[in-house]
């Protein structure tokens, strides 16, 4: 069965910090590439940042420009794992944050087009409120 679970949300204050993690079953993460989503309340799911599949051998990374900067994705192959380490949070990443496995699908692809990717997790909760 393909599972992806996410794990890592909570409640931090303005300018403090959280390392999401993203576990997957059932499958290896090697082969696709993998991003992270939002989702605010009365909100699209948008694309926060995306990083190619081992297997593309670009090791590319997206980021929305509303994160760049401040926001990491990293993989641990080893472990079957993708983080997402957010610095300097604002109020405006409260949202519930989403990893998603894209096959070969470009990371600025699979970012501006969430529908692209294929097999979701349930979601984290991030709240930045002081």
């Known amino acids: 069965q393909v599972q992806l679970v996410e794990s890592g949300g909570g409640l931090v204050q303005p300018g403090g910090s959280l390392r999401l993690s993203c576990a997957a079953s059932g499958f290896t993460l090697d082969y696709h590439a993998i991003g992270w989503f939002r989702q605010a309340p009365g909100k699209e799911r948008e694309g926060v940042s995306c990083i190619s599949s081992i297997s593309s051998g670009d090791g590319s990374t997206y980021y929305a420009d509303s994160v760049k900067g401040r926001f990491t994705i990293s993989r641990d192959n080893a472990k079957n794992m993708v983080y997402l380490q957010m610095n300097s949070l604002k109020p405006e990443d409260t949202a519930v944050y989403y990893c998603?496995?894209?096959?070969?699908?470009?990371?600025?692809?699979?970012?501006?087009?969430?529908?692209?990717?294929?097999?979701w997790g349930q979601g984290t909760q991030v709240t930045v409120s002081s």
């Open positions: 998603a496995a894209g096959g070969l699908l470009t990371v600025q692809f699979m970012c501006v087009h969430p529908r692209s990717s294929h097999s």
